[in-house]
């Protein structure tokens, strides 16, 4: 049975096709959010579990932080007395995040250019290090005047428990004392 004119593709060359454009969908996808450092093989819907969990909790930390931008816009910034002269400093610096997904964990660290001097962060990767969590991925940006890192963790047995609260205290003093 021969088409004749334009031919008609073939059901399993549409399949094909569809399916190579998934696997194309899904590998942008996975590149687009943190890895998994797992040695076991995780199943596709599993994956997109944890990257539809990740994008939620994304959208909840964008909104927190629209909330936290604005109420900043309307505090603006201080001016604070040192040594009789007027200094301008930002009234919310320094601001640190530690968020855990899973076995993924984010720390963001923003402080002041001038302090950024005395802040190293080699100190914060350490102190990551203590606590059980591999830097996967590290991004800084200097803008205006500030220092901004951001760190995305894989953490090992995350079902031990990767207590956020004592690395957020543990990070706060390790900043706080370079300030």
Known sequence: MEHQGSAKPERKTIEKLRRMNMKALFSKLMALT???SSKEAISMPDRLGEVIEYIKNF???IEV???ERDMLKKKGVKIEEEEGVGVRKNSYLPIIKVQALGSSVEVSIV??????DRFRIHDVVLALQEEGAEIVNANFNTMDDKMI?????QVSDYRVG????????KLRTLVQRSL
């Open 34 to 36: 943190p890895q998994q």
């Open 59 to 61: 959208e909840k930390n």
């Open 65 to 67: 932080l629209k909330e």
């Open 111 to 116: 402080v002041e250019v001038c302090s950024s």
């Open 149 to 153: 890192a951001v760190l995305h963790c």
């Open 162 to 169: 990767f207590d956020t609260g004592r690395v957020y205290e």
